[in-house]
């Protein structure tokens, strides 16, 4: 699904306008809108799963609604379009003490970073957007786009709970995203290349090809990756930065409507993007758990989306399980526990590789 | 901590914040994260309860019990009734006081529910503080079919009660009674032994014994420092003496005794014991008995005062009611545990991370109406 692909596919079926720059123009849309259609479609899915899946582990029933219409649907299906129509209709409010130029990047700024990561994330053997040989590299470097937007947005809302907010977004984000780059290295090392494509290929053949299964070092990884993940998404219980009962709302306490919606978007679609990466990593990527089993290219959308949601819904079991670390605390982990092991991972997969050859 | 120091920045926390329980201010001063010193500044739900009472009949007094500590009406009622019975002399016969009994304790189960639930919420935790809404919810239903009301009962009165126990009563009980025990063990835990739970609370905001009796702290804070007391034991009023139940003190499991944890353990030691009292009233209930049979036609209590302590789920809550002989009272002083509990809030919560001053509000248990009244 590359651009080149799409360009050339169109410079086949139309021929009289061979070599147009408007084609061009169209090809590198057809992925935009393409993933445009996917986040949103996502976020729906995502946000009735978090509702659903809240609701059985605390014992209600959720959304719920009968027939079509102004109800919330069957089920409540309807209810995250619902709630996405209330924010997007909701008046925007700007604090008149704030500081309006960045309050109104920050949002914009926070969905750019997570949107521009999912272009590096493969779908499928030819379904990827752009195949760089850094892949893995660019998602860890983009998604650190996110810590400008949460300061941002806490220091120009002018107010002490979202100052608050944003300072432990930065110091949270930046410091687990060593622990989470130390084991994203060993994946690298093992598959020696950066490319999401090539880490995949290096599983091929059944799940117990797979990286996290490679030698007892990786599941260890894998563990301080998936944790990492939950902190670098503000999830509980690293949710710190907008910890509801401490700080009011963090760092979104001045943000309403639409400008709020994509902050709380963005949570979700960063949630995908680092699950995408763990799966890519760790569990095969768009691969088939067993060999010759479904394991042809349309397929392969299903593997890499089903195992992707899968960890999205570990996400969101522990969210709604356990209680919130404290920021020492959170540090302590970070600094303390996960870098040294991470380090010793290193130097365990590095022997362990020497030494089988 | 605290070798760099930074520029001290006032925080108010609250009057509207989600941890403050109520509408209670806080001022802080914190060094980034370290807070410095905490200001309570109270009086927001501040409705002139005490004077109220000096303006309508004995009776009109109960409502407004009702609406002071909105968690638990019942023990307020309880407290009430207690120490007019002791100004006027009534003797309510034994049902009444089984009845009594049963409601208070069922009371203090509700609220501990909500202060252990609502306890795991401050510090980031959901699931529990719906788990324990929703067998709040039953009790709330036995309530409901006693007296109509699910949160302001006016249940007990001067010399009786409003209502009977209706018919059914004392086995939907024994039924929530068997489905709810176990729910206490699932509460547990979830909560209190999660680890992520138990750093947060353990060895955080210790309330040594010294500080908790010099600042009159009482009920389950005080119990959580290691003393042993409570009005129910060690200066029983209605019928508590007869019944068996254990009081469980703060005994440092997973820290200092006193801490966070601690304070909020014995609450969860307490739901159970109430479980216990609960079910030996509801067994030695007397079938027969007029609830309205000392009921006092007209309630004029001689000259003279008293004061009267009971056991609420907060701690201990004394009324004074001074009389002149006429159907009003003189004065009526309301000595609220969660008042001195708040008043603690400086000394125990001051050098902690700002996390930790809202998980020391919260283990307090703090009810803004009885604060204010």
Redesign the interface.
Known sequence: MTVDFIYDLLNDLLPSYSGNELLLIIAMLLPFFALFGFITIYGFGVIYAELKV?SF????TGPMGQGYGFHAGKWGFLQPVADGLHLFFKEDIIPSTADKPLFILAPFLIFIGMFVGIIAIPFGEAIIISDMNIGIFYILGIGSLAVIALILAGWSSNN?WAL?GGMRSAAQIISYEIPAGLSLIVVILLASSLSMQEIISYQSGGMFNWIIFDNPFMPIAFIIFFISALAETNR??F??PE????L?AGFVTEYSGARYAFFFLSEYVNMFVISSVATTAFLGGWQSPFPNFLNTPSWSVFWMIGKAFFLVFIMIWIR??????????LMHLCWKVFIPIGLFNIFGVSIWTVLRG | MGVIRGEEMVLNIGPQHPATHGVLRLQVRTDGEVVSQITPYMGYLHRCFEKHCENVTYEQVIPFTDRCDYLSSMSMNFGYVVAMEKLMNIKVNDRVEHIRIVMAELQRIASHLLCTGVFGLDLGAFTPFLWALRDRERILDLFELTCGARLLYNYMWVGGLSHDIPVGFVESTFEFLDYFEPKVDELENILAHNKILVERSADIGVMPKDVAISYGVTGPNLRASGVNWDLRKNDPYSIYDRFEFDIPIGQGIKGTVGDCWDRFYVRILEIRESVKIVRQALASMPKDGDVHQSLPKKIRPPKGAIYARTETPRGDLGYYIESDGSPIPYRLKMRSPAFTALSVIDEIGAGWLLSDVLAILGSLDIVLGEIDR
């Open positions: 809240s582990i605390q014992d209600k002490k608050y509980t219980p949710d710190l910890s509801e009962s401490e009011v709604w399980t356990v209680p919130r670390l404290r920021v020492d605390q």
